[in-house]
């Protein structure tokens, strides 16, 4: 999981009260989020949300499917999504350089420390497909906004590990939580890329 430069901590709670993030507010779009595991692909326009599939030497690793209604930029290596009204903020990343998860998750400490302030970890937990995952609360150093954040760690592929991050408003966080499972149901590791690739046709009935 990674984070870019200050994070877009330029939150709105939707009027609604909807899990859906409405548009962009313009400090927000403006923004960089904070580089938690890796650099931000900042040099990429945002698109809509949808599905990202990061690669490494040309070959599938992780993907990931961010809401259509939140803003993302994407690389090979990264994608950083923005909610529409700029509350929530989330990186997947592929870890180079990293040795194990529990040195991912030093790496996204490392990188929390530097944007947050009164920052207060929960204990790190292993999750249910072996990853490593921490989660807790600080302010912004530069807005004072309260957010609440979650960082993970996990195998990808063989030997490859991949990093994702959420940060989002507090006056959210129910809706950040289920925003967040949402999106992490979508995430598909390199053997489920791989499988789809070489998923043959069924044979076209003569019925059809």
């Known amino acids: 999981m990674s984070i870019p430069l200050e994070p877009p901590f330029t939150f709105n709670v939707p009027v609604d009260g909807a899990l859906r993030p409405p548009e962009l507010n313009e400090p927000a779009v403006n923004a960089a989020p904070p580089e ?86 929960d204990d790190t937990v292993k999750t249910e497909n072996g990853g490593l995952l921490i989660t807790g609360t600080g302010k912004s150093k530069k807005s004072g906004t309260d957010v609440v954040f979650a960082a993970s760690v996990f195998d990808a592929a063989p030997g490859q590990l991949a990093g994702l991050a959420f940060v989002a408003d507090k006056n959210v966080e129910d809706h950040f939580k289920e925003a967040a499972r949402f999106i992490c149901q979508t995430i598909r590791l390199q053997k489920d890329l791989t499988a789809e690739k070489h998923e043959v046709a069924k044979p076209i009935s003569p019925s059809n």
């Open 36 to 121: 938690l595991l890796i650099t931000s692909p900042a040099d990429k326009a945002a698109t809509a949300g949808g599905e990202v599939i990061l690669r490494k030497d040309n070959n599938p690793i992780v993907g990931i499917t961010y809401p259509s209604d939140w803003k993302q930029k994407a690389s090979d290596n990264c994608a950083s999504a923005l909610s529409a009204k700029g509350n929530a903020w989330s990186m997947l990343a592929i870890l180079d350089g990293v040795k194990d998860k529990e040195a991912g998750i030093e790496k996204a400490k490392q990188g929390l420390e530097k944007y947050l302030q009164n920052i207060d970890y």
